[in-house]
């Protein structure tokens, strides 16, 4: 394993913010010469494809209970990885964009709360 691999594997047990998967994801396609590929239209495209496998996931099984008590751990596996695809072409498609996700996401719950009051407010 080199050394992108190696730092990716060491990170894995911290923390991570927005901005560091950000940089992580533009040193990945920088790397690899795909900046040319990562247009908007591209990455949302992109992004719908990855939340139509992950929709395939629910496709068939009715309501599950929080926390899927009765799923196997290779589906809770398979989720989680499907999940990740579409926030990390989130995340890339916002950074193309100019957009800050974590700004942007936190002036949205603010909107929302004003929007949509505690019930007896």
Known sequence: MGGEDEKMVEER????????LSKKLEEFAKTRDWEKYHSPRN???????????LSEIFQ???????????????????????????????IRLADICGIDLG?????????????YPPKGF
């Open 13 to 20: 047990e911290m923390d991570i913010s927005l901005k560091d």
């Open 43 to 53: 990455l949302l495209l992109a992004m719908v494809g990855e939340v139509g496998e």
């Open 60 to 90: 068939w099984r009715g309501e599950v209970d929080k926390g899927l008590p009765n799923w196997e751990e290779s589906d809770k596996e398979h989720l989680g990885e499907e999940l990740s695809d579409v926030l990390l072409y989130l």
């Open 103 to 115: 700004d942007a996401a936190t002036k949205k719950i603010v909107k929302n709360a004003i929007k």
